[in-house]
């Protein structure tokens, strides 16, 4: 019995690797963990997406304000323009992010699939069955199955491994600087001082005749004007150029470094040629 141990300790720790494999690809709670922390991170991403789109809305209302001054008119909202444009920007790559999300969510669910769980351990006992017994003539089959059972190990696992590590990657290297919730209530702050300057606009439109006569020549109402777009707008750049840097890290290259990692088990399985 030892001898047989010791002749055969390599195919015996891969027999319990395996053993413990088909295990952990049958854990419910695996399954549900990565789900929650993917539906997390998706939600999060509807919440930032819905607030760019907001703000696009109260910019796009601003910049049709104009001011009429004798012999000529100036569109406040040009003033606008630099962080509507950065806006549209985000709201794409949020778009992007919540694809991106959503595909790691219909992936998840295939690779955890009762269908997709069974040919997995199917390919696993195969596999196992070939190490330890010999039969002539079925070193191709025996490769195949190891090929097989290597690239279904790594989509059961990759994909909750992903969910994890973005997760994780946020919580502790990317939080303490780049914090999601208070970079969109920045945004959503943002869209509400521009909302009320679009207010005021409309009320100061309807004004009585004095007032708008007054207003007409005033240089410095036109001038406070322009400065509380200004002010509105200057932060809200930053937060946006962050939340940009967070979620192109977390939706989009990390998918790409995995998606680089699984062609690159393809290329050495089978020797794909290089290009």
């Given at each position: 019995?030892?001898?047989?141990?010791?002749n055969?300790?390599?195919?015996?720790?891969?027999?319990?690797?395996?053993?413990?494999?088909?295990?952990?690809?049958?854990?419910?709670?695996?399954?549900?963990?990565?789900?929650?922390?993917?539906?997390?991170?998706?939600?999060?991403?509807?919440?930032?997406f819905?607030?760019?789109?907001?703000?696009?809305?109260?910019?796009?209302?601003?910049?049709?304000?104009?001011?009429?001054?004798?012999?000529?008119?100036?569109?406040?909202?040009?003033?606008l323009?630099p962080?509507?444009?950065?806006?549209?920007?985000?709201?794409?790559?949020m778009?992007?992010?919540?694809?991106?999300?959503?595909?790691?969510?219909?992936?998840?669910?295939?690779?955890?699939?009762?269908?997709?769980?069974?040919?997995?351990?199917?390919?696993?006992?195969?596999?196992?069955?070939?190490?330890?017994?010999?039969?002539?003539?079925?070193?191709?089959?025996?490769n195949?199955?190891?090929?097989?059972?290597?690239?279904?190990?790594?989509?059961?696992?990759?994909?909750?491994?992903?969910a994890?590590?973005?997760?994780?990657?946020?919580?502790?290297?990317?939080?303490?600087?780049?914090?999601?919730?208070?970079?969109?209530?920045t945004i959503?702050?943002?869209?509400?001082?521009?909302?009320?300057?679009?207010?005021?606009?409309?009320?100061e439109?309807?004004?009585?005749?004095?007032?708008?006569?007054?207003?007409?020549?005033?240089?410095?109402?036109?001038?406070?004007?322009?400065?509380?777009?200004?002010?509105?707008?200057?932060?809200?750049?930053?937060?946006?150029?962050?939340?940009?840097?967070?979620?192109?890290?977390?939706?989009?290259?990390?998918?790409?470094?995995?998606?680089?990692?699984?062609?690159?088990?393809?290329?050495?399985?089978?020797?794909?040629?290089?290009?």
């Amino acid at each position: 019995m030892k001898t047989f141990i010791f002749n055969n300790f390599g195919k015996i720790s891969i027999l319990i690797l395996s053993i413990f494999i088909i295990f952990a690809s049958s854990s419910v709670v695996v399954n549900e963990s990565a789900k929650d922390v993917i539906d997390r991170s998706f939600n999060q991403a509807l919440i930032v997406f819905g607030s760019a789109k907001a703000l696009n809305a109260v910019i796009s209302l601003a910049q049709g304000t104009e001011i009429n001054l004798p012999f000529v008119v100036v569109a406040v909202g040009e003033v606008l323009d630099p962080i509507n444009d950065l806006v549209e920007q985000f709201s794409l790559i949020m778009l992007a992010s919540l694809v991106s999300l959503g595909i790691q969510k219909i992936l998840l669910n295939f690779v955890s699939n009762d269908f997709f769980n069974l040919t997995f351990i199917i390919s696993i006992l195969v596999f196992n069955i070939f190490l330890f017994l010999k039969f002539k003539n079925i070193e191709s089959i025996k490769n195949m199955a190891l090929k097989l059972t290597l690239i279904l190990l790594f989509l059961r696992f990759s994909i909750p491994f992903i969910a994890y590590l973005n997760e994780y990657s946020y919580d502790y290297f990317i939080k303490p600087q780049y914090n999601i919730e208070q970079l969109n209530e920045t945004i959503l702050n943002t869209k509400d001082e521009i909302s009320k300057i679009n207010l005021e606009s409309v009320e100061e439109k309807e004004s009585g005749f004095f007032e708008k006569f007054r207003q007409k020549f005033d240089m410095t109402f036109y001038e406070k004007k322009v400065d509380e777009y200004k002010d509105a707008i200057d932060s809200s750049s930053d937060n946006i150029v962050d939340l940009i840097i967070v979620f192109i890290f977390q939706t989009i290259l990390l998918p790409l470094f995995y998606l680089f990692f699984f062609y690159i088990l393809l290329k050495k399985l089978f020797n794909f040629p290089a290009k």
